[in-house]
């Protein structure tokens, strides 16, 4: 069993603070992932979770057990790294069977967890091989397996597919997802690719720049998105968000057009960033009237759909609406976009933080 606590967490290296206030909560068997962009902190933090680093200030609990001083040996945790280390000179099977014998488990014990192990990551054939003779991604599951292999109550994975083909990556995915129903451990999953942790994760961190974005289901995340940041990172293609003036039930945008949406923010703040989908609008040859009046950049066949990228006004980055395959606009045509009923999204331009409705 491992349920985690972080509270207040900080972590300095010398002057530098990279870590500003961590509070999380875990519950026993959830996949959590961290996501956010390089630099964030995510292993920095892991890190302090497997007791590698030191953590400046605030306090860590393993099942209601402060870990701050607790030798990571002890913690029942295994780490599989973003640079996954395999010793050169073992092959397969000792490289699994290194970690499980320092925890000092005799031999029979080692063995059939190492069998156990090698079937589930489907390494049977490949025990006596040694890591030069392996692809990237068959090593990447002797780094997994020989994590598996301690039988950690917590298992944290750091960027474990980052050297792997895009066809690859998802196999192993699949494969880290029923290993964590197999074994029925909590698990920790580190990666900056925000389809992976919507794919993967029970629960997801949204971190950015040392701190927590957002903690949430990935549909929490993607239908009420916390702040700009989070509304941005989530989602791809990405939302399109549009500064507008509120007056009334209008929302304009300057020399663009103006909309008067079904739900409005509550409140009275008058400047608001409009956020959609890609799925969330309509695009139209432009017949006048309402919407957003905008130039078509091109249009991006993709077989099930197509993707309008439209310029509006001058705003500098053009946005993505998702369409019927069929549709086909010429670059440069003039249309006009509605939102749909209950697409919009409202963040405060002064805070950048969600406002409801
Ligand atoms: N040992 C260290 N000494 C000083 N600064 C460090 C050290 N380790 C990490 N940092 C800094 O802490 C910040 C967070 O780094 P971290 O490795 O946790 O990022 P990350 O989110 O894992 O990024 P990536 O996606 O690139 O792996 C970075 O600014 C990094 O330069
Ligand atoms: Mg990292």
Same mark, same amino acid.
């Given at each position: ?14 002057? !530098? ?30 890190? @302090? ?60 014990? !080692? ?62 995915? @699949? ?126 066949? @993709? ?55």
């Amino acid at each position: 069993m491992a349920r985690l606590s972080l509270r207040g967490i900080r972590k300095r290296f010398k002057a !530098v603070e990279v870590l500003h206030g961590i509070d999380l909560d875990v519950k026993d068997r959830e996949l959590i992932v961290f996501v956010g962009p390089s630099g964030c902190g995510k292993s920095t933090l892991l890190r @302090l979770i497997a007791g590698l680093d030191p953590i400046t200030e605030g306090e860590f609990l393993l099942n209601d057990q402060r870990m701050n001083e607790v030798a990571p040996s002890r913690r029942g945790i295994a780490m599989v790294f973003q640079s996954y280390a395999l010793y050169p000179h073992m092959n397969v099977y000792e490289n699994m069977a290194f970690g499980a014998r320092l925890m000092g488990l005799d031999k029979t014990e !080692v063995e059939a967890r190492i069998a156990e192990a090698a079937r589930m990551l489907r390494l049977q054939e490949l025990m006596q091989r040694r890591p030069r003779e392996l692809s990237g991604g068959q090593r990447q599951r002797v780094a997994i397996g020989r994590a598996l292999v301690r039988k950690p109550q917590l298992l944290l994975l750091d960027e474990p597919l980052s050297n792997l083909d895009a066809a690859l990556r998802s196999d192993v995915r @699949l494969e880290i997802a029923r290993l964590h129903r197999e074994i029925g451990g909590t698990t920790i999953y580190v990666t900056h690719d925000q389809v992976e942790a919507m794919t993967l994760a029970d629960r997801i961190v949204v971190m950015n720049g040392g701190r927590i974005e957002q903690f949430g289901s990935p549909r929490e995340l993607y239908e009420t998105p916390a702040n700009v940041f989070v509304a941005n990172f989530i989602g791809s293609p990405r939302m399109a968000m549009l500064p507008v003036e509120r007056h009334g039930n209008v929302l304009t945008a300057p020399g663009i057009g103006s909309i008067t949406p079904d739900r409005l923010p509550q409140g009275d703040e008058r400047d608001i960033l409009l956020g959609v989908r890609p799925d969330g609008m309509t695009v139209m040859p432009d017949a006048g009237g309402e919407g957003f009046a905008g130039t078509v950049v091109y249009t991006e066949y @993709l077989g099930d759909s197509a993707f309008v990228y439209v310029r509006l006004g001058d705003e500098a980055a053009p946005i993505w609406v998702r369409c019927a395959p069929d549709a086909n606009f010429a670059p440069d045509t003039a249309v006009r976009l509605q939102v749909l009923p209950g697409r919009a999204h409202y963040f405060s331009r002064r805070t950048s933080e969600r406002l409801s409705v």
